[in-house]
């Protein structure tokens, strides 16, 4: 199994960037799919996970400003990210996990995000 991330970068604050994770290699699909970061010096925290039932579950700090999708066909999560903050900068991780028969917990490599004041 293998989680791809892409969409991070470089930002202005105020802007907005979109993350996209596509799994590969999924036999059975997960039972939810959710972006998690860690910025420098800090412990991993979720931002927001989405279930396959359409379930959204956001972090205090990024309601409102973040928006998280998914595609059931394609096992792909996306992260619309607006109205950026300077905090919102750190390495954001996709995460498919899958709690019933053929349970599974896989993490992509991460990507990048820096907000700049």
């Known amino acids: 199994v293998q989680l791809v991330e892409s969409g991070g970068g470089l930002v202005q604050a105020g802007g907005s960037l979109r993350l996209s994770c596509a799994a590969s290699?999924?036999?059975?699909?997960?039972?939810?799919m959710g972006w998690y970061r860690r910025a420098p010096g800090k412990q991993r925290e979720l931002v927001a996970t989405?279930?396959?039932?359409?379930?959204?579950n956001y972090a205090d700090s990024v309601k409102g400003r973040f928006t998280i999708s998914r595609d059931n066909a394609k096992n792909t999560v996306y992260l619309q990210m607006n109205s950026l903050k300077p905090e919102d900068t750190a390495v954001y991780y996709c995460?498919?996990?899958?709690?019933?028969?053929?349970?599974?917990?896989?993490w992509g490599q991460g990507t990048q995000v820096t907000v700049s004041s």
């Open positions: 995460n498919a996990v899958r709690t019933t028969t053929w349970a599974y917990d896989h």
């Open positions: 290699g999924i036999i059975v699909a997960p039972n939810a």
């Open positions: 989405i279930t396959s039932g359409g379930t959204i």
